[in-house]
């Protein structure tokens, strides 16, 4: 996928640029499965206090970084239209497995488990380059009808 659809995915979404927890796509089966990735650069505004010192990338955010991939591939359903004003509406069985630092590169996979009106289940997780899972969850994805 060329940064041009990408960025054209991410507008489906509600977040602004400064809320994107997701640099590229690599993989994407509309409507079904994606694979992105996110570089942590060390300068985003959350490493300043997540931890002073010792600075990680937080579990949420790592969650929040599924949820936006699965509205990507939600969204791009090309036998549905997108819903608006998509938004994260539940979290089942999040496992935090461990921490991303920053200069390192997370590699998230997501897959679209059903859909039934407005909503949307997922499950997905997200692993460091190279390494191992850092997270594993289910999420609840809802929207307005178009």
Do not use: C, W, Y
Not at 45 to 60: E, I, T
């Amino acid at each position: 996928m060329t940064t041009q659809q990408l960025e054209h995915a991410l507008q489906l979404l509600p977040h602004g640029p400064e809320f994107r927890f997701l640099d590229s796509l690599s993989e994407l089966d509309p409507g079904k499965t994606g694979a992105g990735s996110l570089t942590l650069r060390g300068t985003e505004f959350f490493f300043a206090g997540h931890f002073p010192g010792a600075p990680m990338f937080p579990g949420v955010l790592a969650v929040e970084a599924v949820a936006q991939l699965a509205g990507v591939v939600a969204q791009s359903d090309p036998a549905l239209p997108p819903l608006k004003d998509l938004k994260l509406t539940a979290i089942r069985g999040a496992k935090i497995l461990g921490a991303a630092l920053p200069g390192q590169r997370l590699e998230l996979r997501v897959k679209i488990l059903g859909r039934m009106s407005n909503l949307i289940q997922a499950e997905g997780q997200v692993k460091i380059e190279g390494g191992p899972v850092i997270l594993q969850t289910q999420i609840t994805l809802s929207g307005d009808p178009p």
